[in-house]
């Protein structure tokens, strides 16, 4: 019996969520990531580079609206290069003594400035379509960075029976292949401040990781804890079935 | 209960002398006689309540950064994962929490329903058993919510528009549910509050639950009552040691999850905020709800003048109403499956058909989803309804020890109970 209930569970559990199918139905490829795995990391220097594909390409149309510039130090950037980011930026303050609103240059503790203003302002430049927040991304496709990654590299030509609507741009792995989004990153569409030739393949890991650590900055804290509570818990496991099998001794 | 002469602290007697809980503890969790042939299932209760405790502290802790309502709470979970200390930690343990009650429950019940320990003198035990059921599902149900995630949102408009199926009072019941007239701020408002106080409830109905079963005291695995001291040991120190073998290795289960695969049970559409003009291509409930969410979904014809959408309902709902007079529906006199060999494969074809049922639930009902489904409904109700019934009857048991020990030793006890006998002498 005890057998068959790891079976039940597993297959429940597996069953249920086990699929690694795009909604469209499109099988999405697997690649190795570095934040995979129980020793995981973020990869920094890949991270360092997809803020920077962030910044000059996606950032005109995408938001990254749970992120502080303060928590980029967690990428490795030095606290003046953090202030210089935010100082690059106006935001909106106030009221003042005089009850006015007023610009000044944002401080680390602010929110990653936002394209747009609103949501309809955000259609009205974008054909009618909605670039989602990219925050919480990975987390929130099936397939996390598989999918991320497939889907920048995805644009490809439509097949012969395709027809492509107005304004629209066919893509392997978007659900429907009909995305609004034209194909964002192409051939050194950024100059790597690190040297790396920025293909599109390179560009696309890198925001991948640096949309991966935007979506769960605590990974690492996360799995290095893990690590300790598991430790313990196997060591204290022992303990207690020794002391359980002593004092079961003269019942058996 | 009058105090126990073994106190001798002259403030723990003064105390006992007036409100003998001293004695109670000792006498309930000390000295309490369990059948000595327990086998690990028989943790599945004490790991529940461990996991009953998590969920309180847990939950009381985020309700602390926790924002209920529409524009604020998506943003504060993410606070409470990014900005918190330790956000993420009890943000994780509660999510997965969820789950692993479930896992722990339903493993609990299907102990009952194999050894047979819903039967008399344990039907009110097993009933209240199915009170604490629905209780969590109304909690869980109503937990998810608070996020305010796509799969939040919509689960919540499908679940309470079922109710509009109820004849003459339905719509006055969703409104009611809604406290508007669709699925909005008031809602999440008074399911963030009942969300706060079931797990209160649920706490006096497993009090109660503990109770029963302090009267009846456990079943086992033989199915057969304890006789005397030759066939039972104390709670303490022999089922203290071996719960807390159960609760170390369920803790670890518990970790790997929390810490390794955090997202393993929920659903992505959840890390999008609730969006009332976007509808998800797939709307599932968590994964514990997939069986009855399968059934309710099973039913696409008028039964009689029933329209579809009420029978539906009427069936997952009679689906766990059925489990309440399954104490008198199995008529066999045998409690154990291990003496009842056509029950006992009936048992796992049941335990098939429930996670036939799960599959089902997880896909879109539609072509063979939903025939089989359809199935796997109908077996369901056959199962109560027909073949423990008659089951009891036809069956032929194979033959039951005769105590015990007897089943334990292959005689009529040994040194060593006689050992946990003189302890028991004390009480
Ligand atoms: C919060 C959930 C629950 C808690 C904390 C809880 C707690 C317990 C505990 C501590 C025991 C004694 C230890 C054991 O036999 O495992 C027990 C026994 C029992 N429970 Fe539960 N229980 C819960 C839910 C349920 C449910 C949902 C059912 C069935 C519908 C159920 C039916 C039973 C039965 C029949 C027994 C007696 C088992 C036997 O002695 O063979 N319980 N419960």
Redesign the interface.
């Known amino acids: ?2 057998k ?2 790891i079976t ?2 597993s ?3 597996f ?3 086990g699929q690694a199918m795009a ?1 469209g139905g499109v099988e999405i490829p697997k690649r190795d990531w570095s934040f995979q795995g ?1 020793f995981g990391s973020y990869d920094r220097a890949s991270a360092q580079r997809g803020f920077q594909v962030y910044q000059e390409v996606c950032a005109g149309c995408h938001s990254l609206n ?1 992120i502080y510039y303060r ?1 980029l130090m967690e990428l490795g950037y030095s606290e003046a290069a953090v202030k210089a980011f935010a100082a690059e930026s106006e935001v909106e303050d106030g009221p003042n003594d005089e009850g006015e609103m007023f610009m000044r240059p944002a401080v680390p503790s602010d929110r990653l400035v936002k394209p747009f203003p609103n949501a309809q302002a955000a259609r009205a430049s974008n054909g009618g379509a909605l670039p ?1 927040d990219l ?2 991304m990975v ?4 397939g ?1 960075p598989n999918y991320l990654y497939s889907l920048l590299t995805g644009y490809t030509d439509p097949p012969a029976d395709v027809e492509v609507m107005e304004g629209m741009n066919y893509n392997a792995y978007f ?1 429907g292949h009909q995305i609004a989004m034209a194909a964002p990153l192409s051939e050194d569409a950024v100059e790597y401040a690190d040297g790396t030739k920025a293909t599109v393949a390179q560009m696309a890991e890198d925001i991948t990781v640096f949309l991966a650590w935007a ?4 990974m690492e ?3 290095g ?3 300790k ?2 430790l313990f ?2 060591v ?2 022992g303990l ?2 020794a ?2 099998r002593r ?2 001794a ?3 | 209960m009058s105090t126990d002469p073994q106190w001798k602290n002259p403030v723990i007697r003064w105390v006992d002398d007036r409100l003998p809980i001293f004695t109670y503890m000792d006498h309930e969790y000390q000295q309490f006689p369990m059948p000595r042939n327990l086998n690990y299932f028989w943790n599945f209760g004490a790991l529940a309540s461990i996991v009953l405790v998590v969920m309180v502290v847990t939950g009381i802790m985020l309700a602390m950064q926790y924002t209920p309502h529409v524009d604020h709470a998506f943003e504060s979970l993410e606070r409470i994962r990014r900005d918190v200390n330790y956000g993420w930690l009890l943000q994780y343990i509660h999510m997965n929490g969820a789950s692993m009650f479930f896992i722990v429950v339903y493993i609990h019940m299907f102990r009952g329903l194999y050894y047979g320990s819903y039967k008399a003198p344990r039907e009110l035990l097993w009933m209240l058993g199915v009170v604490i059921l629905l209780l969590m599902m109304a909690t869980a149900f109503m937990g998810y919510v608070l996020p305010w995630g796509q799969m939040s949102y919509w689960g919540a408009t499908v679940i309470t528009n079922l109710f509009s199926a109820i004849p003459i009072v339905g719509d006055w019941v969703v409104t009611l549910l809604w406290g508007g007239f669709s699925v909005d701020n008031a809602t999440l408002n008074r399911f963030f509050s009942l969300h706060y106080l079931m797990p209160f409830v649920l706490f006096a109905v497993v009090g109660l639950h503990v109770v029963a079963l302090h009267v009846s005291k456990s079943n086992n695995p033989d199915g057969i009552e304890m006789q005397g001291p030759q066939d039972s040991v104390p709670f303490h120190p022999y089922f203290t040691a071996k719960d807390s073998v159960g609760i170390g290795v369920f803790l670890l289960f518990f970790a790997f999850f929390v810490f390794y695969a955090p997202n393993f049970f929920g659903e992505p559409d959840n890390y999008i905020e609730a969006n009332p003009l976007q509808t998800p291509a797939h709307i599932v409930p968590e994964w514990y709800f997939l069986p009855f969410y399968a059934i309710l979904r099973s039913v696409t014809f008028d039964v009689l003048f029933i329209p579809a959408k009420l029978m539906g309902v009427l069936l997952m709902f009679g689906s766990i109403m059925i489990l309440f007079i399954l104490p008198w529906l199995d008529t066999a006199k045998v409690r154990s499956a291990r003496y009842r060999p056509i029950y006992k494969f009936v048992f796992w074809v049941f335990l098939f058909d429930c996670l036939v049922l799960g599959y089902c639930g997880a896909k879109p009902a539609e072509g063979w989803y939903l025939v089989l489904g359809q199935v796997a409904t109908l077996y369901y109700f056959l199962h109560f309804l027909i073949v423990m019934p008659i089951l009891g009857k036809i069956e032929t048991p194979l033959p039951v020890p005769t105590s015990i020990s007897q089943a334990v030793t292959g005689s009529g006890g040994g040194g060593a109970a006689g050992a946990t006998a003189a302890k028991m002498e004390k009480s």
């Open positions: 019996m005890r068959a209930i039940l569970i297959a429940v559990a069953g249920v969520t909604a129980i749970y928590n989602p925050t919480l987390e929130a496709r099936i996390g659900a979506s769960e900055p605590n804290e996360r799995k804890m893990g690590m509570v598991m818990l196997i204290f496991c207690l079935i002391v359980k004092v079961w003269d019942v058996h």
